[in-house]
């Protein structure tokens, strides 16, 4: 995953999209489902947009949530579900080594071609490995 600050003044952007046209700052995510306009951020309270994302909690779900990551978290369980659970469970008497190669054929996997539900697991499995 990867963000990028840009300035408008030395890079104008011309597009599909108008940065700055809903007010600022301007926040769009770029992925695959994406393709190049990418998508706005959605907010999802009342506040303005610069208090929402600068509130960890909202920051960290948009970010997983853009990059399609899980809000699982494998450290206190909040947010995950059985089968997750699972799989940290079956993960924590593994050996450095053992999370290594795992991460390793999961990122080979990553480009392949899978449902939309297989994609989501690849990516738990990633981030609690």
Not at 22 to 38: H, L, M
Request: charged share 30%.
């Amino acid at each position: 995953m990867s963000f990028a600050d840009i300035n408008l003044s030395d890079a104008p952007i011309r597009g599909v999209y108008s940065p700055g046209a809903g007010g600022w700052p301007t926040v769009r995510y770029f992925n695959k489902e994406t393709g190049k306009d990418g998508a706005p951020y959605k907010q999802k309270t009342t506040k303005s947009m610069c208090d929402e994302l600068g509130d960890d909690e909202y920051m960290t779900q948009y970010v997983e949530e853009a990059g399609g990551a899980s809000l699982c978290d494998a450290k206190t369980g909040v947010g995950c579900d059985e089968r997750s659970l699972a799989y940290i469970e079956k993960m924590k008497q593994k050996d450095g080594l053992f999370h290594m190669k795992q991460l390793d054929r999961l990122a080979k996997m990553e480009n392949n071609s899978m449902k939309a539900d297989l994609k989501k697991w690849l990516k738990v499995r990633q981030k609690n490995s």
